[in-house]
């Protein structure tokens, strides 16, 4: 039976001094008060105990006088999922990062421990694994996203860490890769890094472990016997114009090359090498037999390159768990379409066809990032909505989008990016005398020391 792993803070400690701390600076500003409770009635399921689905339940069991909430996850473990980048950089260690599941369920919700295998919005039933049914009378659909392991050629889950071909989007392969880059930093030889081209969770994590690797170099006295390589697959390195031209910055004093629009395809471990493709529009003449002339138009080009490497660090592509997409539940058209992410109200959170379900988290079909900072803004304005819904009004509660990522630039700075849905600086630490726009050491303090407890202590069990 797994027992519960000492943090860096203790409860104790986080309570008395983090939650004050949270107020100063400004990330309690969601803190939990109910002086009174709403007597609402309906049988509310959960799919998901991840930070979304725990923290939903956890607040509204606080906000409703006689709550009647299932949670359906399978999950023995509730992971920090943002210390897996501190956990590939020799930061943390692995058994920092995790709380038993049993530990974080809040107390009067009815844990269902399997996994969900379908979705009937119309019947409000649910299906599991084990072949149970659950009925609902209001959905939050909180499932998190699934990694597609299969959409690169050549490697599993299971074989990561193979031909030094990692991922520290997983436990396992953030545990792997540690060692990698200490070796990779003692010895040289060429290191590349990439993300992937869909949406997917912690956007600047690739970027993160590509810096760190780079400073780790430095640290060593090894970096001119190391060549780091950075392939993205957007058009970009960053899309948040207030803080790209940093980044971009860094890279470029770093001696990290970049390589915009490229993704990765496939994984030959044995012989070190990766399969890449450049995507790239270019105009192009054609006949336009019914205007009978010729005409330019846009074309997307392909080309594929292969690069050998000594250290791979590689994102699979991500997309909402397929019972989503098989419930009817994703958007059918735009660009959310294509990965199944649930059609929700970019400001409401409230399903576009089904009023009876809230959806927020990662598997939101919602133009930000997927962060659990996001989430901690998004919860609020979920519960509260859900609440305006089992009253019989309106969902009143608007989301601006807000999204934090503090991109670790070096062992002891953090650019802290947080904006909201159109690109736009939406900043709430109190670090007003401080360029934001530049990494800082105070973000780097609250990364390494702060986020972690506040997640556990404070996220998990919605007080903040």
């Known amino acids: 039976m797994e027992t519960e792993k000492k943090l860096t803070i203790s409860r104790r400690s986080f309570i008395k001094a983090g939650v004050g701390a949270a107020a100063v600076l400004g990330v309690g500003a969601g803190t939990v008060k109910y002086l009174s409770t ?44 943002p210390g897996f980048t501190f956990i590939a950089a020799g930061i943390f260690r692995p058994d920092e990062v995790w709380k038993p599941q049993s530990a974080c369920i809040p107390e009067g919700v009815k844990w269902v421990k399997d996994k969900v295998v379908a979705i009937d919005p119309v019947r409000k039933e649910v299906r599991t694994s084990n072949g149970e049914k659950y009925t609902y009378d209001y959905l939050v659909l909180t499932p998190g996203l699934q990694l597609n392991w299969n959409k ?71 970096r001119g ?47 070190k090498k990766v399969y890449l493709e450049k995507h790239e529009k270019v105009k192009e003449k054609v006949f336009d037999e019914a205007l009978g002339k010729e005409m330019e138009v846009e074309q997307e080009k392909v080309t594929p390159f292969v690069e050998d490497y000594d250290l791979l660090s590689f994102v699979p592509p991500q997309s909402a768990p397929d019972f989503v997409r098989e419930g009817g539940l994703s958007w059918t058209e735009g660009k959310l379409a294509k990965d199944g992410w649930a059609m929700v109200d970019k400001e409401t959170l409230v399903h576009k066809v089904y009023s009876n379900i809230i ?24 519960v509260d909505n859900l609440l305006d819904i089992m009253q019989g009004k309106e969902p009143s509660h608007k989301y601006n989008g807000y999204a934090c990522c503090p991109i670790v630039t070096d062992y002891g700075h953090v650019l802290l990016c947080e904006f909201d849905y159109d690109k736009k600086p939406d900043i709430t630490f109190p670090f007003s005398l401080l360029d934001m726009s530049h990494e800082q050491w105070a973000g780097w303090l609250l990364k390494r020391y702060f986020l972690k407890p506040m997640f556990f202590y404070g996220m998990i069990p919605g007080l903040v």
């Open 152 to 222: 690169v050629q050549g490697i599993s889950r299971e074989t990561l860490g193979e031909g030094n071909a990692h991922c520290i989007y997983d436990f396992e392969g953030a545990q792997k890769i540690w060692p990698a880059i200490d070796q990779f930093t003692q010895r040289g030889g060429r290191a590349l890094f990439t993300d992937t081209y869909t949406k997917h969770k912690c956007g600047g994590a690739p970027k993160k472990i590509c810096m760190l690797t780079e400073h780790l170099s430095r640290k060593k006295g090894t």
């Open 359 to 382: 959806c927020l988290g990662d598997c939101a079909g919602i133009p930000t990032s997927k962060t659990s900072a996001a989430i901690r803004k998004q919860l609020p304005i979920a």
């Open 38 to 81: 709403v007597d609402v009635k309906g049988k509310i399921l959960v799919i998901g105990g991840g930070a979304a689905g725990c923290s939903f339940a956890a607040r509204l069991t606080r906000k409703v006088a006689n709550p009647d909430i299932t949670l359906i996850d399978p999950s023995d473990r509730q992971y920090y999922q």
């Open 225 to 271: 016997d190391c060549q780091i390589e950075y392939f993205c697959s957007e058009k970009a390195l960053y899309d948040v114009p207030y803080y790209t031209p940093r980044l971009l910055q860094i890279y470029e004093e770093r001696n990290i090359s970049l390589d915009v629009n490229t993704r990765v395809t496939g994984i030959d471990t044995s012989a």
